[in-house]
């Protein structure tokens, strides 16, 4: 009898371990993916600590652009010679002048880019048409 309630005794602390542990594989230090509503993804990689820019203003950036197959076809970075352009007045690709709002002089994002917002149906140099074009950029300055 004794032996038995001492088996039941630990399987209900076992149990109730068992019901204690937490899911340690789950990683709340995750980057967030925000989608906007125009089907633009980013993630912040690093959260920078300068000014923020606006339409209309003069952004310094140095970036990274692959395919989705991890093909790179620019990079500034490469040709260390950082990418200067008016941010909201059509200058660049629409994902780029959506991407870079609300960044900080200092962070680094990650642009997901859908084909409407890239070149969509037309190729561009190393870019096949419709392709999703993603692009790793630190915002320098704000001029």
């Known amino acids: 009898m004794k032996s038995y309630n001492i088996i039941s005794l630990l399987i209900i602390i076992l149990s109730l371990l068992a ?3 937490t899911d340690k ?3 709340t230090n995750e980057p967030k993916i925000v989608t906007t509503p125009s ?3 980013y993630i912040d990689l690093v959260e920078g600590t300068g000014a923020t820019p606006t339409n209309g203003q003069t952004v310094v950036v140095h970036y990274v652009g692959t395919l989705d197959n ?4 620019d990079s500034s970075r490469r ?6 352009f008016i941010l909201g007045v059509g ?3 629409k994902g780029w002048d959506e991407g870079l709002l609300g960044m900080k002089v200092g962070g680094k994002r990650k642009l997901i880019i859908p084909p409407d917002l890239g070149y969509g149906s037309r190729p561009a140099g190393k870019i096949p048409a419709n392709s999703t074009l993603i692009f790793e950029v630190e ?3 704000i001029k």
């Open 39 to 41: 089907g633009l993804k």
């Open 70 to 73: 991890g093909e790179e076809f």
């Open 139 to 141: 915002l320098l300055d």
């Open 19 to 21: 019901c204690s542990v």
């Open 79 to 84: 040709r260390n010679q950082p990418f200067s």
């Open 25 to 27: 594989s789950k990683n």
């Open 91 to 93: 200058k660049v690709i």
